[in-house]
């Protein structure tokens, strides 16, 4: 297996499914983009049968090169459309949201924007921070620029550089800042708070650091996936499509929702304690495999100056 997910998060999985298996299963970890262009270089010489993908954007590109084989019925009916590919090839395993993370005593729940577009208005200004070298916000902005254009994206980019956007290195320094009240808000994944508060013993209810999802399907609100597909030659492979059975798994399922709170996508497996269901969520409807155009948005994300 080619896993773009850490040892430290798979392996655990990895163990229970050899116990409970027999099978042994060989990984190779890496960064996903790199994971995913070494099986595109390999094509049909990869010793790869399955890849576990961090985001939907890697697993389309894979897809868009005829490297996967077509997933069963079986395994497809466990996860809705909107998070598998519309062909087959891959289906998610875990979703993250995007949100708006923000500081309850510094911004009014009836001020919150109803559009992640309004963030680059003056009543903003120096109040949001991004981190536009991380590989959540740059998937965030590629499927702006798949449902709304190069121009529209290029200008939001701009204005977020113009209304004096605060810059941070990760999701985690964004949401800690947005905690402690050194920034007002700030765009990231939904899991942060719930990282924070089990980092510091609390929950998230007492934290001052609250998730906002944009409603009306904006794409603020857009739902990314870590997800899997079987490896073309290995489509017929046993061993290989257990693993994705167990991957969807009650086991698996709730491993993930706990250990890193995504939610998980297999039906009838619960969430993370205090998390909104994913069903109610108004997210974008936008085909994640379109999200595999990284390295324009990584451009017009320097043109525009923040980073």
């Known amino acids: ?35 995913a262009a070494q099986l595109q270089e390999e094509g049909g010489r990869t010793p790869a049968d399955v890849f576990l993908a961090q985001d939907a954007g ?15 019925d079986e395994v497809l009916d466990k996860v809705a459309p909107a998070y598998q590919d519309e062909d087959g090839q891959w289906v998610g395993v875990t979703g993250r949201s995007r949100t708006m993370v923000y500081n309850a005593d510094q911004v009014a729940e009836g001020d919150l924007p109803e559009s992640v577009f309004e963030l680059t208005e003056p009543e903003w200004k120096g109040k949001v921070g991004i981190a536009p070298t991380n590989g959540s916000f740059q998937a965030f902005i590629t499927a702006m620029r798949v449902e709304h254009g190069d121009e529209r994206t290029q200008d939001f980019l ?7 956007a605060q810059i941070r290195q990760g999701n985690a320094p964004i949401v800690a800042d947005v905690d402690r009240g050194s920034l007002a808000t700030g765009l990231v994944n939904h899991y942060y708070v719930y990282e924070l508060a089990k980092e510091k013993g609390t929950t998230v209810d007492a934290l001052k650091a609250k ?8 794409i603020g609100a857009l739902v990314n996936v870590s997800g899997v597909g079987i490896v073309e030659g290995a489509g017929d492979d046993p061993d290989a499509r257990a693993f994705v059975d167990h991957l969807l798994g009650r086991q698996a399922q709730t491993h993930f929702a706990q250990e890193t709170y995504e939610y998980p996508l297999a039906a009838g497996v619960a969430g993370a304690s205090g998390l909104p269901k994913l069903s109610s969520l108004n997210t974008p409807d936008i085909d994640l495999n379109d999200l595999d155009d990284l390295r324009t948005t990584v451009e017009m994300i320097r043109e525009s100056g923040l980073a």
């Open 211 to 218: 998730n906002h999802f944009f409603p009306n399907g904006d």
């Open 158 to 164: 701009n204005g977020l550089k113009a209304n004096d």
């Open 58 to 72: 890697t697993l389309g590109a894979v897809a868009g090169q005829d490297l996967f084989a077509t997933l069963p």
């Open 1 to 35: 297996m080619y896993s773009g997910r850490s040892e430290s998060l798979v392996k655990p999985v990895l163990d229970d499914f050899e116990k409970a298996s027999g099978i042994t299963v060989e990984v190779r970890y890496g960064d996903t983009a790199a994971m």
